[in-house]
């Protein structure tokens, strides 16, 4: 199972949006609405920022939302702030029972 | 609140073996799915593998890279999972951690997470 693809890196001014964009096949993120997004900071543990393609989990900011189109799901931040700067993962359930992640997208708030 | 504590983790020699456990609480553990993910240095997020709860089998699931050579399993009486790791390799080298799946959220999300160990393969 090949690692879904994510740009390695973005970057945005303090109040902007951005996007991350996540591209798998058919055969996972196409094929499931089990697209989940995790905020990492070095050093912490992943912390799960959207699941099922665009759900929040409670006291998630709603600057954060997540949507899918065909075998892309895409992550999105408003509002950017200094905090958000962190690396952001995808992930999705596959057609094989495993769970695959993206390679990882480091943002840079300038 | 879900809280997730590895252990086990250290320097192994290649060819070696070594065992992790994750200590789970303020979860209803013999219903929620277990899974290892690990990050080497440098690298992203991998996932490992998984143990279902006993309700569904608990039967496991492997990544390519270590079906065969890792083993999952869950201990219910002590609220624990373990990842017994044999023929350890170099590239085996990561941060290992513990978390749960679909337990709070539901749709294989990986929702609650460990702080993780570190498990180095050198010479």
């Keep these: ?110 | 609140e879900v809280q997730l504590v590895e252990s086990g983790g250290g320097l192994i020699k290649p060819g070696g073996s070594l065992r992790l456990s994750c200590a789970a609480s303020g979860l209803t553990f013999s219903i929620a799915w277990m899974n290892w993910v690990r990050q080497a240095p440098g690298k992203g997020l991998e996932w490992v593998g998984r143990i279902k709860s006993k309700s569904h089998g608990g039967t496991t699931d492997y990544a390519a890279p270590v079906k065969g050579r890792f083993t999952i399993s869950r201990d219910e009486s002590e609220n624990t999972v373990y990842l017994q790791m044999n023929s350890l390799k170099t590239e085996d080298t990561a941060v290992y951690y513990c978390a749960t799946e679909g337990y709070s959220f539901g749709y294989h999300s990986i929702d609650s997470w460990g702080q993780g160990t570190q498990v180095t393969v050198s010479s």
């Design chain 1, 1 to 110: 199972q090949s690692a879904l693809t994510q740009p390695a890196s973005v970057s945005g001014s303090p109040g902007q949006s951005i996007t991350i964009s996540c591209t798998g096949t058919s055969s996972d993120v196409g094929g499931y609405d089990y697209v989940s997004w995790y905020q990492h900071h070095p050093g912490k543990a992943p912390k799960l920022m959207i699941y099922a393609v665009s759900n929040r989990p409670s006291g998630v900011s709603n600057r954060f939302s997540g949507s899918k189109s065909g075998n892309t799901a895409s992550l999105t931040i408003s509002g950017l702030q200094a905090e958000d700067e962190a690396d952001y993962y995808c992930s999705s359930y596959t057609s094989s029972s495993s769970v695959v992640f993206g390679g990882g997208t480091k943002l840079t708030v300038l």
